[in-house]
């Protein structure tokens, strides 16, 4: 399949049974933020099967390629009516991010992110638009050149936050970071790490684990050899709505689906506190 029929394919509007309140209207975005590890064909239809059953209306998947495993996933997901979002530059990339849903529209936000591993789209439900920006940030790779790299993707990722950020703003993924007070101590992350998240937050955002799990301990990357951490975040605003339910879940670590358990939040809606920013066409995603 060409290119060109893969992005018609992609882009292309579906639609689906979701999940709906009493009178049909979509009530809360049920969002599943998952590192896919860069699967092969075989391992992404076991992971768009482990998704499926998470009766998602909206998925965060980082770590994706533009790979026979990747497409495969996308492919799949298109085929269980998801309509998939990729930023641009996705198909030239290493790695990026990628947003789906089902039942809820989702419109590319203008301008787009800098880099494919940056997916920022506009969550439309009956009157009611949340933005979410889905990333996977540059991996820890516990050298000089590494810490570079990270401290200018974060200060380029702030900076494109504050020129899209609204009142109703969700970001979410494999951030590659940690919150300060980490426990266990991690000495591999630094001071730009940490201001990271603490920047992310100064600008309205909510930890949504650690606001409903104030003591809470759960990691999402587990190695013997580089510690336990707490890499995928659900950041959520005042403004997107209630934060109901965030939680880990560690069954595609345990039945070998990724090296990341996967983070399930579920943000109850309030279209009278909505409100958007920022233009609301379709880019150029050659």
Request: proline residues 6%; charged residues 20%; hydrophobic residues 35%.
């Amino acid at each position: 399949m060409t290119d060109d029929a893969w992005q018609g394919m992609l882009f292309g509007a579906t639609t689906s049974e979701s999940t709906t309140a009493e009178d049909g209207t979509v009530d809360e975005l049920r969002v599943c933020a998952l590192n896919v590890n860069s699967p092969n064909p075989s391992r992404a239809q076991r992971i768009v099967d482990w998704l499926l059953a998470t009766k998602s209306n909206t998925l965060v998947l980082t770590e994706m390629q533009p790979s026979e495993g990747g497409r495969h996933m996308l492919a799949a997901l298109q085929a269980e009516g998801f309509t998939t979002t990729c930023p641009p530059g996705w198909n030239d990339a290493r790695y990026c991010a990628v947003v789906a849903t089902r039942g809820v529209q989702a419109t590319p936000v203008q301008p787009a992110g800098f880099d494919p591993r940056v997916a920022a789209v506009d969550l439309t439900t009956d009157g009611t638009t949340v933005r979410l920006v889905g990333l996977y940030g540059p991996t820890n790779g516990m050298t000089a050149e590494s810490s570079q790299r990270r401290r200018e993707f974060q200060s380029r990722f702030l900076g494109y936050l504050a020129e899209i950020n609204n009142s109703a703003l969700c970001v979410m993924g494999d951030l590659n970071i940690v919150e300060p007070n980490h426990r266990p101590h991690l000495p591999a992350f630094e001071d730009h790490d940490y201001a990271f998240y603490t920047r992310l937050l100064a600008l309205g955002l909510r930890d949504a684990y650690r606001e409903l799990n104030p003591t809470g301990a759960d990691h999402s990357w587990i190695n013997p050899r580089f510690g336990s951490q707490r890499l995928d975040h659900s950041l959520v605003s005042d403004g997107a709505g209630d934060i109901s339910a965030c939680a880990y879940d560690h069954t595609t670590r345990s039945d070998d689906l990724s090296d990341h358990a996967a983070l399930l939040t579920t943000i109850g809606l309030r279209p009278d506190r909505v409100t958007t920013n920022g233009a609301r066409g379709c880019p150029d995603f050659g």
